[in-house]
């Protein structure tokens, strides 16, 4: 063999878009050449499971709508929360988990290193106790989650220093508006989505700084407007 032959190295092949069948749903999914050179860059195998198995898994660790009667284990209360009754871990009100009626150190645990990790991690998440709603000094804001500092509001996701708010999602610094989204700072609202400082206003899309205003779209400081869209 010649110098050049030894030193020969192949020129490093693109792999080809692969069909694969997923292991969770039997459904087939591709998987594109750019996505194996990306899961090699990041050192992990390709998925057996298809993009939407995969959301799914994702998503499981986040209920954020899905509210359930039950009572709290700890104080024994009626409470909303985002886990079911039958929970296969302790589920404590915001006040009973807040409190000094629990210790979280009573919980720990050596690792033991001849068992496999998430073995040891299940039997740890199925007896430390779970907060009921993710949820921080609200008054009167039974049916919330993801919220904080919030007065008298019910059904809101994703609400942040709300009051007098429903059916929102991911609104913060707002008041007296209901059927809102991704709002800030707005006051006296209905179906507001994107929308910004704005009053007294409805039906608004990607607005700022609007007054008194209605069917708008794209518009900023505007008052008395009807129908706008930019
Ligand atoms: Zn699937
Ligand atoms: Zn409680």
């Not at 050049?4 to 050449?33: H, V």
């Not at 090699?40 to 939407?52: H, Q, S």
């Not at 949820?135 to 996701?157: D, H, I, K, Q």
């Amino acid at each position: 063999m010649n110098q050049e032959s030894k030193n020969y190295q192949p020129k490093k092949q693109l792999k080809q878009t692969e069909t694969r069948i997923c292991q969770n749903c039997g459904k087939e999914f591709t998987i594109e050449p750019e996505d194996f050179e990306f899961y090699e860059k990041i050192g992990v195998p390709a998925p057996t499971f298809c993009p939407d198995c995969r959301l799914q898994r994702r998503m499981m660790w986040r209920n954020e709508r899905k509210l359930y009667k039950r009572k709290c284990d700890l104080c024994g209360k009626d409470i909303i929360s985002i886990y079911p009754p039958d929970a296969p871990f302790p589920v404590y009100c915001s006040k009973c988990w807040n409190s000094d009626k629990w210790d979280p150190m009573d919980y720990g645990r050596e690792y033991d290193w001849d068992k496999p990790f998430f073995e040891q991690i299940e039997k740890l998440y199925k007896k430390v106790p779970h907060l009921s709603l993710m949820e921080l000094n609200n008054t009167n804001c039974p049916f919330v989650n993801y919220a904080w500092f919030s007065n008298n509001s019910y059904m809101c996701f994703d609400l942040g220093y709300g009051e007098d708010m429903m059916y929102s999602k991911a609104c913060h610094f707002v008041k007296d508006s209901i059927d809102c989204s991704y709002a800030k700072k707005i006051e006296l609202c209905y179906e507001c989505v994107e929308v910004e400082k704005s009053n007294h206003s409805s039906f608004l899309k990607n607005c700022e700084n609007c007054l008194d205003s209605h069917f708008l779209t794209n518009c900023k400081n505007c008052s008395s407007c009807i129908l706008c869209e930019n």
